[in-house]
């Protein structure tokens, strides 16, 4: 599992909340992915770090920031939570180079916004 | 447009049957994975593929560079093969992902 943790792994809130998501990484990798996974799609990028306080959008990025003050921590915030934000978000990192690159998972977070 | 697409979306087999899931990409890769996720579970990665193929147990991967396809085989199906596979392609800038093909494996 690479070191990954998820914080919290279950989660409902309410719209117009906000919701900060945690990911831990123990391997000092450099590069940390956040991404959602929604029924009928593949998993969509929505921000990602390649380093200490260097991060940049992915393609659903719209209503989340994000920020990485230490190698360690990659944080994900919903500033005013939406219904449409209900999804599984997971958290990756990328290890190894060229086409020996790969990402592992965190074990995802489950957001519920009622 | 999706730059993966997998078939089938789903698929029942029976225990001990051999299972072919496809993924077709559109984009120029440097490597493509295939992933397995279980209910409620994590994501795994099973292999990384280049070109040829790679095998792991009962498990098979083959990729075709050329015609931008890769499949992934089980042999001997087995219900705790039950999961979702993910097809996965990295452009050298980013990964997509396939939507999943769901496999239940009946005893």
């Known amino acids: 599992d690479a070191g990954i943790t998820q914080s919290p792994r279950h989660k409902v809130t309410e719209t117009g909340t906000p919701v900060t998501l945690r990911c831990h990484q123990t391997e000092n990798h450099r590069y940390m992915y956040w991404y959602r996974q929604d029924p009928g799609h593949g998993l969509r990028l929505i921000h990602y770090?390649?380093?200490?306080?260097?991060?940049d959008k992915g393609e659903v990025s719209d209503g989340y920031s994000v920020s990485r003050s230490k190698t360690e921590d990659f944080l994900l915030t919903l500033e005013s939570a939406t219904s449409s934000q209900t999804s599984v978000y997971f958290c990756?990192?990328?290890?190894?180079?060229?086409?020996?690159?790969?990402?592992?998972f965190g074990p995802g977070t489950r957001l519920l916004v009622l | 447009k999706n730059e993966v697409e997998q078939s089938p979306q789903n698929l029942t087999a029976q225990e001990g049957e051999f299972i072919t899931i496809n993924c077709s990409y559109s984009?120029?890769?440097?490597?493509l994975h295939w992933l397995q996720q279980h209910p409620g579970g994590g994501i795994v990665s099973l292999f990384m593929?280049?070109?040829g193929k790679k095998k792991h147990g009962r498990l098979i991967a083959t990729i075709n560079i050329q015609e931008k396809h890769s499949s992934l085989h089980i042999t001997a199906s087995h219900p705790r093969d039950s999961a979702v596979y993910i097809c996965?392609?990295?452009?050298?800038?980013?990964?997509?992902f396939g939507t999943g093909t769901s496999l239940t494996v009946i005893p």
């Open positions: 593929l280049s070109s």
């Open positions: 990756a990192i990328r290890s190894g180079t060229g086409n020996q690159e790969t990402q592992y």
């Open positions: 996965a392609v990295n452009t050298g800038n980013q990964f997509y």
């Open positions: 770090s390649y380093g200490v306080k260097d991060t």
């Open positions: 984009v120029g890769i440097s490597a």
